[in-house]
Nanobody, 127 residues
Framework: EVQLQASGGGLVQAGGSLRLSCAAS????????IAWFRQVPGKEREGVSC????????RYADSVKGRFTISSDNAKNTVYLQMNSLKSEDTAIYYC????????????????????WGKGTLVTVSS
């Protein structure tokens, strides 16, 4: 059984930092790319960042470039999203998801076709 467990959300002041974790079981990072999404109720879900450790690929939405960093610990089968310089517009429920890598040249191309989803973790940034 595949499970993705996101954690690390919370309340933080604008300008602060949080680190989200996505612990995966039942899949191998050798075969899957892991992506972070976020969603505000009533708005469309947004792809935030993606990582494929086997193919050395990362991707960031323009809205988070320079502030967020995605990384992974393959030994722990966990992906992290370090979020710095947080803004009120970063407030959302954050989800992690996994997609099998098909295009090995562009493993993080596009935030679609995810195979597995975890439950979200709420990030609230107060201004």
């Amino acid at each position: 059984e595949v499970q993705l467990q996101a954690s690390g959300g919370g309340l933080v002041q604008a300008g602060g930092s949080l680190r989200l974790s996505c612990a995966a079981s039942g899949i191998s990072f050798d075969d899957y790319a892991i992506a972070w999404f976020r969603q505000v109720p009533g708005k469309e879900r947004e792809g935030v960042s993606c990582i494929s450790t086997s193919y050395g690929s990362t991707r960031y939405a323009d809205s988070v470039k320079g502030r967020f960093t995605i990384s992974s610990d393959n030994a722990k089968n966990t992906v992290y999203l370090q979020m710095n310089s947080l803004k009120s517009e970063d407030t959302a429920i954050y989800y992690c998801a996994a997609r099998v890598v098909v295009d090995t040249l562009r493993p993080c191309e596009g935030y679609y076709g995810m195979d597995y989803w975890g439950k979200g973790t709420l990030v609230t940034v107060s201004s």
